[in-house]
Each structure stands twice: as structure tokens, then as C-alpha cells.
């Protein structure tokens, strides 16, 4: 079975606080994912990784940064944490390929309140 | 660009009776569409997925979808609806030969009543 773990189920953080979420996934996948969830919102992508080192944007980047030292590993970067990144994070993996369709796999998220 | 609409927030349906959770989707050329459900306080667990081929796709715990590409649409069916179906559900979609990048859909809560 595919696993994808995350460093921390729940986190409190204050305000300015530099804030890291580590992902690890154990099925050598190339691709890797950080969305943010939020009621009424459903998921927006935060950063996305096709690759060691490599990263793309995804729809709400600002204020986040990430980084992808091996492939099991993707973490992600609160630079200054602010109230109105209080939300529920989830990491997700796949394999890559062009036209063919995988799955995501996602790990357990990490709820992380900013106070 | 890539989109996702589901119209219903919320879907109540009594246990037993057949259900339906909607999503219509827009992409520029063909699309894969997902199916994903989370329990509280848990992360997205994959259902089913249509990739080519048939309309029809089952996939995990009796869910089914029906791709039909002229009304833009993939819902998701389960024939009897169980107590313990109660969740959110999530759509997603992304373009065939785009790179990995899913767009969802904002949910949708279906509640089971016994």
C-alpha cells in the first residue's frame, strides 16, 4: 500500500512564527503536492514538485515556500505565519507520465492553527 | 484551463435509497476525472477514476460514475446508500496531457439518515 505520512496531525503557531510541514511518501513517486483545505473551498494547490529540486506554483503560492532535497520528501514553508493560514494541510503523491491518468494518494493532513 | 462545479453543498439521502452526488467539469482537451471521499478528521481517500473506455466506472465500496462527455458531466452513484457513506466528497479533474496538476471541486457533504 501506498503511504504518505506528514510530520504533524495538529499545530499551534503564533504569529511570525517560521513554520515547517514535512511530507514523506514511500512509493518513489516523481510528483508530490501541497494543498490547503478550507470549508466551502475545497482544495487549492500551494506548490506542486514534478522532480527533485524542482517546483511549480500552484494557485495560492503567496506566502508559502517549499522544498524537495530527495524524492521521499516534500516540505513546506509558512515563512511568517499569519492567522489566515490557520487551515487543514494535505500532502498528496503520484506517479508521473504523460497521458496516463494516476491516482493521487494523500497523507493524513496537518490541521495547524495560527494564533 | 481546468475547472470543476459541484452544484450541491450538501446531499441528504435516506439510508437505502439510491444516491447521486453531481460535478460537471471544463478542460481544454480530453479529461481524467477523479472521485475521492474524506471521513472527519482524515485525509482524501481515492474512490474511482475514469481514464478512457467505457462510461461506467466502478470503483470502492459499490460507487459508480457515469462520464458523459457531450453534457460535460461525471457523477458519482451508489445503487443503496449506507449510514457509513456519510462524508464529503471531492471531484477532480485535469487535462490528458497536461502535467499532474488536479483541479477539485469545492465538496460536497452527503448525509446518510437512518
Known amino acids: 500500500d501506498v503511504k504518505v505520512t506528514q510530520s504533524s496531525r495538529y499545530l499551534v503557531k503564533r504569529t511570525g512564527e517560521k513554520v515547517f510541514l514535512e511530507c514523506v511518501q514511500d512509493m518513489d513517486h516523481e510528483n508530490m503536492f501541497w494543498y490547503r483545505q478550507d470549508p466551502g473551498l475545497g482544495l487549492r494547490l500551494i506548490y506542486f514538485?514534478?522532480?527533485?529540486?524542482?517546483?511549480e506554483k500552484g494557485d495560492i503560492p503567496e506566502g508559502y515556500s517549499v522544498s524537495r532535497e530527495k524524492k521521499e520528501r516534500f516540505s513546506l514553508i509558512l515563512e511568517s505565519a499569519s492567522t489566515n493560514q490557520t487551515s487543514m494541510y494535505l500532502c498528496?503523491?503520484?506517479?508521473?507520465?504523460?497521458?496516463?491518468?494516476?491516482?493521487?494518494?494523500f497523507g493524513p493532513g496537518t490541521r495547524l492553527t495560527v494564533t | 484551463a481546468q475547472s470543476v462545479a459541484q452544484p450541491e453543498d450538501q446531499v441528504n439521502v435516506a439510508e437505502g435509497n439510491p444516491l447521486t452526488v453531481k460535478c460537471t467539469y471544463s478542460v481544454s482537451g480530453n479529461p481524467y476525472l477523479f472521485w475521492y471521499v474524506q471521513y472527519p478528521n482524515r485525509g482524501l481517500q481515492f474512490l474511482l477514476k475514469y481514464i478512457t473506455g467505457d462510461n461506467l466506472v466502478k470503483g470502492s465500496y459499490g460507487f459508480e460514475a457515469e462520464f458523459n462527455k457531450s453534457q460535460t458531466s461525471f457523477h458519482l452513484k451508489k445503487p443503496s446508500a449506507l449510514v457509513s457513506d456519510s462524508a464529503l466528497y471531492f471531484c477532480?479533474?485535469?487535462?490528458?496531457?497536461?502535467?499532474?496538476?488536479?483541479?477539485f471541486g469545492t465538496g460536497t457533504r452527503l448525509t446518510i439518515i437512518p
Open positions: 514538485s514534478y522532480d527533485v529540486k524542482m517546483k
Open positions: 498528496a503523491s503520484t506517479s508521473g507520465g504523460t497521458g496516463v491518468g494516476y491516482e493521487q494518494y
Open positions: 477532480a479533474v485535469r487535462d490528458t496531457f497536461g502535467n499532474e496538476k488536479l483541479t
